[in-house]
């Protein structure tokens, strides 16, 4: 089967199932596992990804103004590349290539229709169902079984630990910094799971804006930086707009150095099989007495600043 993935997610989902030898085309962003980068890419963005985090908010609220699309995708070379299957998603428009932007690519195309999946992770129970989906139109029913069940099983024995802690500690995400949005969909529960108190943003529902001075009424124990797209290095270079805002030397988890930088690109904003080590990362940084994963450096970085 020639697979055709245009979601990073999707992508690692396909990779879990073993049939990573089957990809053919991923898109611009899907970089893991290692080897996936070799493969033809096949979207691009519509926008420039470069500047501030307020100038490509900006650019990206233009698109959507305007009724254009956020991704290009290269339809002939789709063509040429011959996919049995395509994943794609339809969960967000910002995150990748869309249910309707793959359609519109293949609507004249004659001959074997093509299988097209598409994952809407809204919370962890859609993540599991698009495992299973993932797996059914690639004939690998039985290992995507076992990767839900392998997952569910790590995660769950985080959550039964990080339940019977005393500490709950009230925890502010941050998905995007300027403007400011708490993250929503699977992120509550994941917070929930490593024990912890979320403050924005509700299980299964989107992501929602915020105001500064709502995160500065809340005073939350741990504030946790996760823009979608950023790594590590990106997401401490856009810190600035945070720490410029009135108050925030007087936020508690400033003053207790609790405010933590994560690379939500590789991790939390991809629904799919990282996951379980994203809980991992929340677990070590809402309770390092008790979870110790090693993923300091490579997923979190107390920020000092």
């Known amino acids: 089967m ?46 420039e990804l470069g500047g501030s985090s307020g100038e490509i908010d900006t650019r990206v609220k ?29 969960q967000c428009e910002v995150c990748g290539a869309s249910l309707a932007d793959v359609e519109a690519a293949v609507c004249d195309w004659t001959g074997a229709p093509v299988k097209i999946v598409s994952c809407k992770p809204l919370g962890l129970a859609d993540v599991w169902t698009d495992i299973r989906h993932v797996g059914a139109a690639l004939g690998a029913d039985d290992a995507a079984e076992r990767v839900v069940t392998e997952l569910q099983a790590r995660m769950n024995a985080i959550a039964a630990t990080a339940a019977s802690l005393p500490e709950k500690p009230t925890v502010a995400t941050v998905e995007w910094i300027d403007p400011l949005m708490a993250a929503g969909h699977w992120m509550p529960e994941l917070v929930d799971m490593a024990g912890g108190r979320n403050l924005f ?29 950023f790594g590590i290095e990106r997401s401490m270079a856009e810190m600035p707009a945070l720490t410029a805002q009135p108050g925030w030397p007087d936020l508690r988890a400033v003053r207790n150095g609790r405010v933590f930088v994560t690379d939500g690109n590789r991790y939390f904003n991809r629904p799919g099989p990282r996951l379980a080590e994203s809980l991992e990362i929340l677990a070590e940084i809402l309770h390092p007495a008790h979870f110790g994963f090693g993923r300091e450096g490579e997923g979190w970085r107390r920020f000092a600043g």
């Open 62 to 90: 233009n698109l959507v103004r305007d009724g254009l699309a956020i991704y290009r995708i290269d339809a002939d070379l789709l063509r040429d590349l011959r996919p049995d299957a395509i994943v794609t998603q339809d």
């Open 201 to 229: 943003g509700a299980a299964g529902g989107p992501a929602p804006w915020i105001d500064w001075e709502d995160l500065r009424a809340a005073d939350p124990d741990i504030v946790l930086v996760l823009p979608c797209g």
């Open 2 to 47: 020639r697979v055709v993935s245009l979601i990073c997610s999707a992508t690692e989902i396909v990779c879990a199932l073993g049939r990573g030898g089957d990809l053919v085309g991923r898109s611009h962003e899907c970089d893991y596992p290692p080897g996936v980068e070799s493969l033809p890419i096949l979207t691009a963005p519509q926008f």
